[in-house]
């Protein structure tokens, strides 16, 4: 089992890709052992609750210095002692050290076609926003593995999702979530549970 925990700021649509792929059995051999949110508020909390998942608050807004709430993040981690760490829709800096502490073993859900908007400030709708404002004809989302910069470690997986005439952030947004996150994601998972993984060289690959 690869037990997983899971790093959430809003929603939860993803998260609940997850749950609802393992119960399914299209994601094999994965087990969340606990869901992490920075957001007290975040319904993804409440989707763990209803799934039976653990699930905990860690709040930048609890600590006066970043690195409190770092080192404090990263207590909450290790205590679950975790093979995977997702990021699904997880909106804050992920602290250094539990990037130094899991490389190569926390992957990250972004909602376009890495390295079109991505980086700092790109972030749930502002990416679709930045996307249409563009003109972009395709975009889609990417599923990669997170490194010391933004955006910017192994690209795992990405699906390509058409622009359509009419698009809002908000619709574009639901589509690349329909089409595309809650696709790759799940079967990223499934992919390292299985073994099929592998990064070198700063390139993730799979071998089926
Ligand atoms: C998703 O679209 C995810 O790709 C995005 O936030 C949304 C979270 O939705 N992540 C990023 O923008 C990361 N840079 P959810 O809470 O419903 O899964």
């Known amino acids: 089992m690869l037990k ?11 998260l609940q890709a997850i749950i609802d792929g393992i119960a399914q059995g299209a994601i094999r051999n994965v087990q969340i052992v606990r869901v992490i949110s920075n957001n007290r508020k ?44 997702v990021l699904a829709g997880f909106l ?10 899991y490389e190569n073993r926390i992957i990250n859900i972004h909602p376009s076609l890495i390295p079109a908007f991505c980086g700092k400030g790109y972030y749930g709708l502002k990416v679709h926003e930045a996307a249409l404002a563009r003109g972009v004809k395709v975009t889609g989302a990417t599923v990669h593995f997170v490194d010391e910069g933004t955006d910017t470690g192994p690209i795992l997986m990405q699906k390509a999702v058409a622009v359509e005439d ?29 073994g099929k993984v592998r990064v070198s060289g700063g390139q993730a690959y799979i071998e089926e």
């Open 42 to 85: 975040a319904y993804a909390l409440e989707r763990a609750g209803q799934a039976g998942i653990d699930a905990v608050c860690v709040s930048p807004k609890d600590y006066e210095e970043r690195e409190q709430f770092n080192e404090a993040f990263l207590r909450k981690v290790e205590e679950a002692d975790p093979d995977l760490i």
């Open 166 to 194: 009419g698009d809002t952030p908000e619709r574009l947004q639901r589509r690349v979530m329909e089409e595309a996150e809650w696709t790759i994601l799940p079967k990223c998972l499934d992919l390292i549970a299985a």
């Open 92 to 101: 804050v800096v992920v602290p250094p050290q539990l990037i130094r502490r």
């Open 4 to 14: 997983t925990v899971v790093c959430v700021s809003g929603g939860g649509t993803n």
